[in-house]
């Protein structure tokens, strides 16, 4: 059964002041690891895509990496619109895994001015 | 404007009432799926398709069906709603492999 476990369940932060968030996974195959953003009351928001060892992406201040049991969000001088969930999920390829989605709990960031 | 709809956005209804929540999606995505998120368990994946006529179970599936007769569609149908299906749900779609698009969610209270 694939599993995700994110972690720190919440974090606070200073404005300004850099962090990572942590998702540790086991899955049968992976397809695909996934990053969102969920604001309170809305659909989570597609953030990144990452597929292989050693890939990174990058958007505003946020920076995707995949290692083969792990992925981390850094957050570079965060301010307090970045405030949210960040919701960390795994596309399985093998077995009754392939196609299915695995979400982790969520780490809930609040920025502070 | 690229965007996947649910309907309705809220639904309080009794123990019993077969219901429909609608999912409608325009950028010709082959994935759909459903999900339900619940304070302290996360999103949870209901069930998916990665085509038409192509449905899978997720996770929490028992109570629920799905149908994709047309690739734009994806209804999730509670036949027999119990309190315990009370919960926020999720539309989402995608190409093979990319990262979902979700729907604004609906707000489900069986009583």
């Known amino acids: 059964e694939d599993q995700v476990t994110q972690s720190p369940e919440a974090l606070r932060l200073q404005e300004g002041e850099s962090s990572s968030l942590n998702c540790s996974y086991t899955v049968s195959g992976l397809r695909g690891l996934f990053w969102y953003r969920q604001d309170p009351g809305k659909g989570p928001e597609f953030l990144f895509t990452?597929?292989?060892a050693g890939e990174e992406k990058e958007k505003e201040r946020l920076k995707a990496t995949l290692t083969k049991k792990e992925s981390f969000l850094h957050i570079t001088a965060p301010k307090p619109e970045d405030s949210a969930t960040y919701l960390c999920a795994v596309l399985g390829a093998g077995g009754t895994s392939y196609g299915k989605l695995t979400f982790g709990q969520g780490t809930i960031l609040t920025v502070h001015p | 404007e690229a965007q996947v709809t649910q309907n309705p956005r809220y639904l309080i209804t009794v123990t019993g009432k077969k219901l429909t929540v609608t999912c409608s999606q325009n950028m010709n995505h082959e994935y759909m799926s459903w999900y339900r998120q619940d304070p302290g368990l996360g999103l949870r994946q209901i069930y998916y398709?990665?085509?038409?006529?192509?449905?899978d179970k997720g996770d929490v599936p028992e109570g629920y069906k799905v149908s994709r007769k047309e690739k734009r569609n994806f209804p999730l149908i509670l036949e027999s709603p119990s309190p315990n299906q009370t919960s926020l749900y999720f539309c989402?779609?995608?190409?093979?492999?990319?990262?979902?698009?979700f729907g604004p969610g609906t707000r489900l209270t069986v009583l």
């Open positions: 990452l597929y292989s």
């Open positions: 398709s990665m085509n038409v006529e192509v449905t």
């Open positions: 989402a779609s995608s190409s093979l492999g990319g990262g979902q698009f």
